[in-house]
Nanobody
Framework: QVQLVESGGGLVNTGGSLRLSCVAS????????MGWFRQAPGKQRVFIAGITTDGNTNYADSVKDRFTISTISRDATKNTVYLQMNSLKPGDTAVYYC?????????????WGQGTQVTVSS
C-alpha cells in the first residue's frame, strides 16, 4: 500500500504563491507517477499536474505557466512531490489532493491523500 500526506495549503491573496507538499510512504518503489488534483465546491475532482518517475510532467491548461510540479525521492521508503503555485487566482480555490499511481491500464491502482484546502481571496 501507499500512504499520502499533504501539507502546505492555506489562505492567500490574489497573485500570491503557495507550495504544496505530499509525502508518499509505504510501497513507493511501485509508484510510476504522482500528481495533483483539485476539487472546488460543487464540482468534480479534476487533474492539475502530474509527473512520472522518469521526470515527464503534464499540466492542465488552466494552470500551465503558473504551477510547477517536482519530486524528490528521498530513499526507498519515501517520495515527496511538490506543487509550486504562483499567480494564484480566486478560481484556484479548491481542496487539493495528492495522487500516486501504480500499474497501468485496467491494472491502474490509484492512491489519494486526504486533501488540503487552498483559498485565494480577491
Amino acid at each position: 500500500q501507499v500512504q499520502l500526506v499533504e501539507s502546505g495549503g492555506g489562505l492567500v491573496n490574489t497573485g500570491g504563491s503557495l507550495r504544496l507538499s505530499c509525502v508518499a510512504s509505504g510501497s513507493v518503489a511501485s509508484i510510476n507517477s504522482m500528481g495533483w488534483f483539485r476539487q472546488a465546491p460543487g464540482k468534480q475532482r479534476v487533474f492539475i499536474a502530474g509527473i512520472t518517475t522518469d521526470g515527464n510532467t503534464n499540466y492542465a491548461d488552466s494552470v500551465k505557466d503558473r504551477f510547477t510540479i517536482s519530486t524528490i525521492s528521498r530513499d526507498a521508503t519515501k517520495n515527496t512531490v511538490y506543487l509550486q503555485m504562483n499567480s494564484l487566482k480566486p478560481g484556484d480555490t479548491a481542496v487539493y489532493y495528492c495522487n500516486a499511481n501504480r500499474g497501468a491500464g485496467v491494472l491502474l491502482e490509484p492512491f489519494w491523500g486526504q486533501g488540503t484546502q487552498v483559498t485565494v481571496s480577491s
